[in-house]
């Protein structure tokens, strides 16, 4: 598999730390096991500076397994750099929004607004009161959230509010349609949860979604736009059955590892499903695929990306690639 030629969109996890506990999320899974760290600040500049220099890239997402972005102290200046770098680049940053100042949301936005011209901030709002939003975003205040965002927005930001449908905010649609328009959202997007039942730390069900049985599905997932509309260009399609492969998107961890996708990355500490990961660096070197050893062209060229990728997908190895991807 070509994934130097192919890769010209990033999907990079920069901390791993976080205010929140999402239930489902794969870091609230995993708390006691995963180290928690921030993206090196010195290797993102030689990413950046060197390694990406003549690469052509499309897309930078902030986004991942471990932890939110906006946890990272040095986002403003790391962002600096890409802005040097790729001055046409596309941003999109995940965020639960319930973090930082109002001043600190100022100055992103006027960053965002002056320097990435193509840029979009996902707020993840799971309700349109502090009772229905924390039942998933536990840790997180609403009132917050919708504070940092509505600074955000008046300052220049295009920010999306994207909200995860359960049995327990169904209902809210319509008024969180209203908010975003009040709160200066540039648009709405409802989407399904990954996982149809949410079970809390003490595994009691905190929440489910058969409402995905009962209404329609459009009347459930959709989007809405209010202000300028933000088309997200996926590059040129590739038919392949590797959906990252296919969106030219590899995704890099906040411990500086290089995956081809957030799902065989979010198995890292899942030692019973991802044996075939940890085997990989056996074969090939421990951490064959770190930018702490290696340069971003080493690790997409190395016979881990180009042979063991397509090996796993030849022989349906690894558990995520057929249940993400139905690899067979
Ligand atoms: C681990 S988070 C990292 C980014 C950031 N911390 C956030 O929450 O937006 C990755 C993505 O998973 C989403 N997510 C978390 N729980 C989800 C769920 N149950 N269903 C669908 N998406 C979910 C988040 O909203 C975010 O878009
Ligand atoms: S805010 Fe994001 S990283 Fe943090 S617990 Fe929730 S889904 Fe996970
Ligand atoms: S799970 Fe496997 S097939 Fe799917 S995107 Fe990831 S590497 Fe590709």
Redesign the pocket.
């Known amino acids: 598999m070509q994934w130097l030629q192919n890769t010209i969109n990033l999907e990079i996890?920069i901390s791993s730390y976080?205010n929140?506990r999402?239930?489902?999320?794969?870091?609230t899974q995993q708390l006691e096991k995963i180290p928690v760290t921030h993206f090196d600040f010195d290797i993102w500049r030689r990413l950046w500076y060197s390694d990406l220099i003549d690469q052509n890239i499309y897309r930078l997402e902030?986004?991942?397994?471990?932890?939110?972005?906006l946890m990272h102290p040095d986002i403003i200046p790391m962002l600096g750099i890409v802005k040097e770098i790729k001055p046409d680049i596309q941003l999109v940053v995940?965020?639960?929004g319930g973090l930082r100042s109002k001043e600190f949301w100022k100055d992103f936005a006027i960053l965002l607004r002056d320097n990435f011209k193509r840029h979009r901030l996902?707020?993840?709002i799971d309700g349109t009161t502090q009772k229905s939003h924390e039942i998933?975003r536990v840790d997180v205040e609403l009132e917050k959230v919708l504070e940092n965002a509505r600074v955000f927005n008046d300052n220049g930001g295009v920010g999306f509010w994207?909200m995860?449908v359960f049995d327990h905010n169904v209902d809210e649609i319509p008024r969180a349609i209203e908010m975003a328009k009040e709160y200066g959202f540039s648009s709405i997007w409802f989407?399904?949860?990954?996982?149809r039942t949410?079970w809390n730390t003490n595994n009691e069900i905190a929440a489910t979604t058969k409402c995905y049985d009962n209404i329609p599905t459009d009347k459930l997932f959709f989007a809405k736009r209010f202000k300028r509309s933000f088309t997200p260009d996926t590059g040129i399609p590739v038919p392949h059955p590797c959906k990252y492969f296919n969106k030219k998107s590899i995704q890099i961890d906040s411990y500086h590892n290089i995956w081809p996708c957030?799902h065989v990355s979010g198995k890292l500490y899942d030692t019973e499903k991802m044996n075939a990961l940890h085997d990989s660096w056996q074969k090939y070197g421990y951490k064959c695929n770190n930018l702490e050893k290696h340069t971003y062209q080493e690790i997409l060229e190395s016979d881990y990306f180009v042979k063991e990728i397509q090996d796993a997908l030849d022989t349906a190895k690894w558990q995520p690639c057929r249940s993400v991807c139905g690899i067979k």
């Open positions: 996890d976080c929140a999402c239930p489902c999320c794969a870091r902030f986004n991942g397994n471990w932890g939110d972005p995940n965020t639960n996902n707020f993840g998933y994207q995860t989407r399904r949860s990954y996982t949410v957030c």
